[in-house]
Structures are given as structure tokens and as C-alpha cells.
């Protein structure tokens, strides 16, 4: 026990001695948060709509007056009318325009003989998101334009009603989860995987195996101060981004001790990992190259920034295996429905035995020669 808390004591003194690291390693999660929380989790506004009347005639006229009604309130799209249908189309080519609402000639008519009345949107579909909003947008106001004036007292038609368990997530808070994970995953690779491969390569590593220090006992010291800094950097971005990102009750002490319970476990599973794979790497490069390839292939099929339910067959077998999913399906439980570990036993569960089967892997794999 001694000869492991010594090592624990000299990788956190270097680590207190390097106040860059420590900041460096919370300012990528941190604009990740603020950045992408922000950019990806607005919703589409001012739009520019061409609005072609060909008909001119009065359900004409209120089709384009409640176009203009939701373009003053909800902001969406605004309503730019056209008069040559010719122009709109190549003001779309050539991105002025965003969508062309086209009232075509005869629609009144139709309207009021019930033929079967139409108008068309055409849209720019080369950004997939603004079309979509666009085509919600319109599809809501011809909604709307088509409830009767008087509605029946009681209606033959059944309507759906949608209940929300939860008050509104914006995505800044649905991604905080993943920015925790991925604070975690930088403080384990550069104060764990990349110190450890660093002193290797200037030799440090040899003092050690002169010592009757044993493996275990060595890769339990390594484990340990890297699953202190690790959980240090987590509580940081936890405590912050919840400030920022405005989740609910953030200090209430019984969610806190969850996430820490949380924070605590995900950071020996990543530490034990992280060691696992550089337990027989000499090369203090090939952290550093390893470091962009497990981030892709860890960080995005946990569902940290895109539900998984979208993800291919093949993804969604990764993402089964990937401790991310269960670190990040485990805080969103508690950041933003605030649940019990009963919610969570099969994540914490699963990260414990992750960390069990890799910590002694590690173990086995670790030499005792230069």
C-alpha cells in the first residue's frame, strides 16, 4: 500500500506543478460545450421565403396574410413576395432565397369548389436542416389554414395529445453528458496514457523496476493518480457546465453524490483502459495518434451527440461495447431527469466489471523489462 501511494504522491505533485495541463485539458470540453451546445441546439430562424401569388384572389390573400402572420411571430422564415416566379427560382439557385411558396393561378377557385386546391414549396435541399424546418414551418401554416372557421362541438376525429414527462431540454443540456466524458477521456490520456509513455521514453520508468515495487502494485498507482485527476477535471466541467447550461438544481447534495458515485467509476474504467492500451507502447508518439482515433471512434457512437436509435447496424454494435455509451446514458439519467441508481445499475455495472477485466489485463500485459 505504501509503495502505491508513492507513486500516487509523485505523479500528483508533477501533475500540481503543471497548472497549463490542468487548464488545457478543461478548455476543450468546456468550448465543446458552449460552442457546439449552442450552434447545433438553436432553433432555425429568418429564413427567407419567396412568396409567388398567381392567383390573387381573396383565399389567396389569407393563405399569404397568416404566411406573414407566422413569419412576424415565430420567425422562422420571412415572407419576401415575388411577382415573376422566373425570378424566385433563380434568387433559390443562387441562395438569396431559402424556399419559394407558389400560390398557382385557379387555386381560389378550387378552394371554393373543394377540387382538391394545392400550392407547392419548392426548397433548397442541399442543407438538409433548413429545409426541414422550412417544410415544418409551411406545413404548419397550411394546417392552420385549413381548420374550419367554426369548430364542431364535438369532433369525430381523433387527436393526439402529447404529454412531456420532463421540462424542455435544450441541447446545450443534452450534450453537457458528453462533454463530462470527453473532460474525463483528456484528463485520462494526457495525465495518464501520455505521462506514463513519456517517462518510458526519458527513462524514468527504469527506477521503478529496480524496486521490489510489484506489477499490480504498480499499475494500481498509475490507475489511481490518474483516476484522481480524472475525477477533479469531471466534478470541474459537471459543476460549471451545469451553471452554464442551466440544468435544474444542480448542488442538490443527493445528485451530486450520484454523479460523483458516477464520475468516480467511469474515471477507473477510462484510466484502466487508457493503460491497458499503452501497457506496451515505447513510442510517446503513438499516444498522440491514438489519441484522435479513439476519440472518433469512442466519443460518437455513445449517443453523446446524436441518439443511437440513428446509428447503423455496425455503429450500434460499437457503441454496445464502448464505456462512453454507459458513462453518458448514466449522467444524462441523473443531470437531466435527476433519477436514482436504480436507473442506472446496469451502467454502473457494467463499468465495474469493464474496469475489473482491463485493470488485470493490464496487469498481465505489463513487463518488468527495459
Known amino acids: 500500500m505504501h509503495r502505491m501511494l508513492a507513486i500516487l504522491e509523485r505523479e500528483l505533485r508533477r501533475f500540481r506543478r503543471s497548472p497549463a495541463l490542468m487548464v488545457m485539458s ?3 470540453p468546456f468550448g465543446q460545450l458552449i460552442v457546439l451546445g449552442y450552434a447545433f441546439g438553436g432553433q432555425v430562424r429568418n429564413l427567407k421565403l ?5 392567383d390573387q384572389r381573396l383565399p389567396a390573400i389569407k393563405l399569404r396574410e397568416l404566411t406573414n402572420a407566422v413569419a412576424a411571430n415565430a420567425k422562422t422564415f420571412e415572407a419576401i413576395e415575388y411577382a415573376d416566379a422566373g425570378k424566385a427560382l433563380s434568387d433559390l439557385r443562387n441562395g438569396v432565397v431559402n424556399g419559394v411558396l407558389t400560390i398557382p ?25 433548413n429545409a426541414a424546418a422550412m417544410t415544418a414551418s409551411v406545413s404548419g401554416l397550411v394546417a392552420a389554414y385549413n381548420e374550419p372557421a367554426i369548430k364542431a362541438r364535438l369532433e369525430a376525429k381523433p387527436r393526439l ?7 424542455y431540454v435544450p441541447y446545450v443540456q443534452y450534450l453537457l453528458p458528453g462533454s463530462t466524458v470527453m473532460a474525463l477521456f483528456m484528463m485520462v490520456m494526457i495525465g495518464g496514457g501520455i505521462i506514463f509513455i513519456d517517462d518510458k521514453a526519458r527513462g524514468l520508468h527504469e527506477g521503478y523496476l529496480v524496486t521490489p515495487i510489484t ?10 493518480s490518474g483516476t484522481v485527476k480524472a475525477v477533479m477535471a469531471g466534478l470541474v466541467v459537471v459543476l460549471v457546465g451545469s451553471l452554464i ?3 435544474p ?10 454523479v460523483f458515485v458516477v464520475i468516480v467509476i467511469s474515471s477507473l474504467a477510462l484510466v484502466s483502459m487508457m493503460f491497458l492500451l499503452m501497457v506496451r507502447v515505447t513510442d510517446p508518439l503513438t499516444p498522440r495518434a491514438m489519441f484522435g482515433i479513439l476519440n472518433t471512434l469512442l466519443f460518437f457512437p455513445s449517443g453523446a451527440v446524436y441518439p443511437q436509435q440513428a446509428f447503423p447496424g455496425w455503429m450500434q454494435v460499437i457503441a454496445k461495447i464502448d464505456p462512453f455509451t454507459y458513462i453518458v446514458h ?6 437531466l431527469k435527476n433519477t436514482g441508481f436504480e436507473a442506472i445499475t446496469f451502467d454502473l455495472l457494467y463499468l465495474t466489471v469493464f474496469t475489473i477485466v482491463t485493470w488485470t489485463a493490464a496487469t498481465l500485459l505489463f513487463k518488468r523489462t527495459l
Not at 110 to 125: C, F, K, S, T, Y
Not at 161 to 167: A, D, G, H, K, S
Not at 215 to 224: A, M, P, S, V
Open 26 to 28: 478543461l478548455i476543450f
Open 330 to 335: 448514466a449522467l444524462k439519467n441523473l443531470l
Open 245 to 247: 447550461s442551466g440544468i
Open 161 to 167: 395529445e402529447v404529454v412531456e414527462v420532463y421540462p
Open 215 to 224: 506489477k499490480l502494485e504498480l499499475i494500481t498507482g498509475f490507475n489511481l
Open 249 to 258: 438544481n444542480p448542488f442538490e447534495p443527493l445528485r451530486l453524490l450520484r
Open 50 to 54: 419567396a412568396i409567388v401569388d398567381q
Open 105 to 129: 393561378a385557379g387555386f381560389s377557385e378550387r378552394v371554393l369548389d373543394r377540387q382538391d386546391p394545392q400550392i407547392a414549396l419548392i426548397e433548397d435541399n442541399t442543407d438538409n436542416f
